[in-house]
């Protein structure tokens, strides 16, 4: 598969690791951009990462090629800066100076190449924080999101780098933004992302509750849910499944569809807030009639009555997901053992079609690693 798309003929240079920067190169890429990471003499040390990182590396720089460099040897910078005098994007998100101290900034570079869109991820915007260094955790926890994905007390951070990745969302968005600008002016200009600010906006729905209704906003796990039935329940078999009834219309729904005894007669619970009142009243006649049906039974009965669903699944069931399998929704990517895997699909169509893989993670020179 060659590269095409809307983005294809970009030149992208990416200079980055983990997985923020990465991120925003995956999607250019993946959109068709031609994106070309420099890497330091034996590779980023994100592919050596183990654990919770060895992930990191396959997942977020498929499509993309890749140079080794020594960026303090100076015919190698020559290399480096000569790249991006020829790109239409710069992608970074080391941490703040580094490229400066290199004379690779926006400013020394944009001298000589005025169209260049220059985009920075890091850990905050322009303000008293944003010389800090900062990483996903970082974020979750100074920006709200730990406190209210854990129990009272017990800040947990998200199971994903959900700001790392939403973060370099933002960070494509701000580009191809400044690329419809240039577009009208010719020129490009800086694009900034962040962690911080990234997370903030991730929480402003818990902010604007405290604003509308004065009170703050309860860790997920103690929250007051705006709906009665808005949970994960327990079936026959003893799998777990989450059922979702949010709006009145719904309610009816459900109802018809199975014996609620009294609750399901009760005409004072047609309206959603007077079911919420309700709620402990409601929750353990629902959980008793779930015990009813196995998990295949309850999932099938709910889809077909139109109801929102979900079996609790994990990460690696998803390699087996027939919706994910039936459309593209995984793409066959080279891992850099030399074995095969299927990895997620950017979540995408475009006149009905996916992106798909056209280069595998670029792999490391051996003549980089003797160096």
């Known amino acids: 598969m060659s590269a095409s798309g809307p983005l294809s003929?970009?030149?992208v240079v990416e200079f980055t690791h983990m997985v923020m920067g990465p991120t925003m190169g995956l999607i250019l890429a993946d959109l068709?951009?031609?994106?070309?990471?420099?890497?330091?003499?034996?590779?980023?040390?994100?592919r050596r990462l183990v654990g919770s990182g060895s992930g990191y590396f396959p997942m977020y720089n498929r499509n993309k090629k890749a140079v080794f460099l020594n960026l303090k040897d100076a015919d190698d910078l020559a290399k480096a800066r000569a790249m991006t005098l020829e790109a239409d994007v710069v992608l970074e998100n080391f941490r703040p100076g580094a490229l400066e101290r290199?004379?690779?900034?926006?400013?020394?570079?944009?001298?000589?190449?005025?169209?260049?869109?220059?985009?920075s991820a890091k850990g905050f915007l322009a303000g008293p924080y944003e010389n800090r260094?900062?990483?996903?955790?970082?974020?979750?926890?100074?920006g709200g999101l730990a406190y209210m994905t854990g129990p009272p007390g017990r800040p947990l951070r998200a199971g994903?780098?959900?700001?790392?990745?939403?973060?370099?969302?933002?960070?494509?968005?701000g580009v191809l933004a400044a690329l419809a600008e240039r577009e009208k002016t010719g020129r490009g200009q800086a694009v900034k992302c962040s962690l911080f600010e990234t997370t903030a906006f991730l929480v402003g729905q818990h902010m604007a509750q405290k604003a509308v209704t004065g009170k703050a906003a309860n860790p997920m796990p103690a929250r007051i849910s705006a709906w009665a039935i808005y949970d994960v329940f327990e079936t026959g078999d003893d799998q777990q499944i989450f059922v979702g009834v949010v709006s009145d219309s719904q309610w009816k729904t459900f109802r018809e569809a199975f014996d609620l005894g009294e609750i399901g007669a009760d005409e004072s619970l047609a309206a959603n807030n007077a079911r919420v009142a309700a709620r402990d009243r409601i929750l353990p006649v629902v959980r008793e009639a779930?015990?009813?049906?196995?998990l295949a039974e309850l999932a099938a009965k709910l889809e077909v009555i139109g109801l929102p669903f979900a079996p609790i699944t994990r990460p690696e069931d998803l390699f087996e997901d027939p919706?994910?399998?039936?459309?593209?929704?995984?793409?066959?990517?080279?891992?850099?053992?030399?074995e095969r895997t299927l990895l997620p699909a950017l979540p995408l169509e475009m006149n009905g079609q996916r992106m798909g893989v056209y280069l595998d993670p670029a792999k490391v020179e051996p003549e980089s690693v003797a160096g």
């Open 9 to 11: 003929g970009l030149k």
């Open 290 to 294: 779930f015990k009813s049906f196995s």
């Open 32 to 46: 068709g951009a031609d994106v070309t990471r420099v890497e330091p003499i034996g590779g980023d040390p994100t």
């Open 133 to 142: 260094t900062a990483l996903d955790e970082v974020a979750q926890m100074m």
């Open 160 to 173: 994903a780098s959900v700001i790392d990745v939403t973060g370099g969302m933002f960070g494509v968005i």
């Open 102 to 119: 290199l004379g690779l900034s926006y400013e020394a570079l944009s001298k000589d190449n005025p169209r260049l869109i220059y985009c």
């Open 323 to 338: 919706h994910l399998l039936a459309a593209g929704g995984l793409v066959e990517v080279g891992l850099p053992n030399g």
